[in-house]
């Protein structure tokens, strides 16, 4: 069936032929229609609680003066097999860019969140098990470095930070320290969620995370970000380049962030070739096979034990697994501009096969082409899918992706944690905070990159991740927009009950991202403002007024009423079709319809027409059209007798009610 559509200027008549009306009629729609819509609320002035400064401008962009403190990290660690524990030295050099002196400096220790007393046992309801406990870090000793003359510095732990008092303030603008840390812990076994060890066939499959003590955020907006680790919130960190070594036994293989800087000592020369060769091919190519998991001429060595070298440049955090029982494969990574990056997998031999993680570097390979060319080139030499029982979670180039994972559940859950080096690896988000800032941003993009793959072979993503029933998203949307307990998405991450994380966390942001593109900005538009969003907050720490402004000016349109109704409130929308009859009773004088809003939200809409000759009429209406008005009339021109007209032809919108939406004309 033919489809026409009604621009703009048409648009206009009607809707000053609808005003008209109501002038001769001496009647609004406004006053005869029940609604709990208000347009003063929805639309009130000074939506930003604070001007733009010189650190963040007015259009969302850093500031003149924007700054951020940068940090180093060179680390020496070992980890023990027999006794399960990993013992390092950190030496940390932090430069203070702040215009401020820091007398005391504040670390994250992750770690302690596995101790019987720590805060994140108390903080959802969920009390771990009595095995499900370790003694979180031992800090063994803390020295300021000053070259050949190191001096001990007192220190307070608090839960997971601690805090360093220094002798004698950093000085603002470029003043810098270095500081020794000694330390040592348990790795937590499988209840470690993020970090953790588990059994195989061949052997132990170590995931290592959150492994080291890092710095927290000094930034211009609360100062020191000090917000214990309770789980849900996950990071905020500065960055700056992170140099490490890990000695293991030597039959173990281990896959980090980063590059690895001394492949001949810790690989065989066969192993060396196939490597340069998997640097050169679009297909993935084997460096360890199932076969040669047992077999130690897959080693350089069977005795002893042997040191992984890896840097990482430019990031805020690094991560690893090691495992004897590693299968390795690796691919070409083509990014825009002739780059190259190189995407790996190491998986046992259980996940083994072309039905699971023998397209595991496929996955990894075509999510970073593809958010590469959509947003922002990846940065870093290569990335990893490593497989385990941390079940899907993210740190710079490098995921922990489920050991049992196949086909589209592989596939999603690569794309996903993957594409959070995009959010917040490189848009540096506090993600303890804002947890919809990296979760929903992150499973926006995933949409598209499953519409991509493989001419969609794993499409269509179009309920998010987590929502329920793999159906229409602004269906599956409404149980929580009508909850009455939902929190909204601006509910800081480590008060959102688990009921609602995934919906509010994930799901809702990243769908109203889809109605900013597809229903109120246009992809055109959307897109550019977006990716412009990424480039200027790119390595840095942007709040969430940044991306609201960046967004705003962007696009060019002021979408206060969006981030209000959609983000700082759980507001429902219900756009009901009232009436639809002929003018004077007569087709030729055109159609009068009546549309009404009749809850707290608004967005702008479409009308479809059907005509009984079986074309179709739309008519697109701004949000603009609820500026003033709970309800409006207008007539649309027909030349000929109209079946039925629909509000939201497409059940594109998150109405929650479609029974009101569509009426047949008589």
Not at 60 to 79: C, F, L, M, R, S
């Amino acid at each position: 069936m033919k489809l026409k559509f009604i621009g703009t200027a048409v648009l206009l008549l009607l809707v000053i032929s609808a005003d008209a009306q109501r002038r001769r009629r001496g009647n609004n729609s406004n006053d005869t229609i029940s609604t709990n819509y208000q347009p003063s609320e929805l639309f009130s002035p000074l939506f930003y609680s604070e001007k733009g400064n010189e650190v963040h401008a007015a259009n969302g962009e850093p500031g003149i003066k924007y700054w951020q403190n940068h940090v180093n990290y060179t680390i020496d660690a070992t980890i023990d097999t027999t006794a399960k524990t990993l013992t390092a030295t950190e030496k940390l050099d932090y430069i203070n860019n702040s215009p401020d002196a820091l007398q005391y400096l504040w670390l994250q220790l992750d770690q302690n969140t596995y101790k019987k007393t720590a805060r994140s046992n108390f903080s959802t309801g969920f009390y771990p098990g009595p095995n499900q406990h370790t003694d979180g870090y031992n800090i063994e000793s803390v020295f300021i470095n000053n070259g050949d003359v190191q001096k001990k510095v007192e220190f307070e732990i608090t839960d997971t930070r601690m805090q360093v008092r220094l002798p004698k303030a950093i000085m603002p603008h470029g003043g810098g320290i270095s500081l020794i840390i000694k330390y040592k812990y348990t790795l937590p076994g499988n209840f470690g969620n993020r970090t953790d060890y588990v059994q195989t066939k061949n052997g132990k499959i170590y995931e290592i995370a959150q492994w080291f003590p890092r710095m927290c955020v000094y930034d211009d907006t609360r100062g020191w970000d000090t917000l214990p680790f309770l789980g849900s919130g996950e990071f905020y960190l500065e960055y700056g380049d992170i140099d490490y070594k890990v000695t293991v036994p030597a039959n173990m293989i281990v896959a980090g962030s980063g590059e690895l800087l001394n492949p001949k000592e810790v690989l065989t020369a066969q192993q060396n070739t196939r490597l340069d060769a998997a640097r050169n091919s679009d297909k993935t190519i084997i460096i360890r096979d199932v076969n040669e998991v047992t077999s130690p001429s897959s080693r350089p060595t069977a005795k002893g034990n042997l040191t992984w070298h890896f840097k990482m440049l430019n990031t805020r955090d690094v991560a690893f697994g090691a495992s004897s029982a590693y299968v390795w494969d690796a691919a070409r990574v083509n990014l825009p501009g002739g780059k190259k990056s190189l995407a790996m997998s190491v998986y046992p031999v259980e996940s083994a096969g072309e039905g699971a993680w023998g397209r595991a570097t496929e996955y990894l390979k075509k999510s970073i082409e593809y958010f590469s060319e959509k947003w922002f080139v990846y940065p870093w030499p290569c990335a990893v899918n490593e497989a385990g029982i941390a079940g899907g979670m993210e740190y710079p180039g490098i995921v922990f992706d489920g050991i049992t994972d196949k086909g589209k559940e592989l596939y999603w859950v690569t794309a996903h944690e993957i594409g959070h080096n995009w959010f917040p690896m490189i848009v540096g988000s506090d993600e303890r905070r804002f947890g919809w800032m990296d979760e929903g941003f992150n499973t926006f993009i995933d949409i598209y990159a499953s519409d991509n793959f493989n001419k969609g072979e794993y499409a269509p993503k179009r309920d998010g991740e987590y929502a329920p029933g793999g159906g229409n998203p602004a269906d599956e949307i409404i149980p929580i927009i009508q909850d009455p307990n939902a929190p909204s998405i601006m509910t800081a991450a480590d008060a959102i009950p688990e009921k609602y994380r995934h919906p509010l966390v994930y799901f809702k942001p990243a769908f109203g991202l889809v109605l900013l593109r597809e229903q109120i900005l246009g992809k055109n538009r959307f897109d550019y403002a977006f990716k412009n969003y990424i480039n200027k907050w790119a390595y840095k720490h942007p709040q969430p007024d940044d991306f609201f402004r960046s967004m705003d000016n962007g696009a060019g349109e002021d979408l206060s009423w969006f981030w209000k109704g959609w983000f700082y409130n759980n507001w429902s929308l219900d756009i009901v079709l009232v009436d639809a009859k002929y003018v004077n009773k007569d087709p030729k004088n055109g159609l009068q319809i009546t549309v009404a809003n009749k809850e707290a939200m608004a967005m702008p809409f479409t009308v479809e027409v059907k005509l009984k000759d079986g074309t179709k009429q739309r008519t697109y209406f701004p949000v603009e059209t609820w500026l003033q008005n709970k309800a409006i009339t207008f007539t649309l021109p027909t030349t000929t007798e109209v079946e039925s007209v629909t509000v939201d032809p497409d059940a594109a919108l998150p109405d929650i009610n479609r029974k009101n939406n569509t009426m047949m004309v008589k």
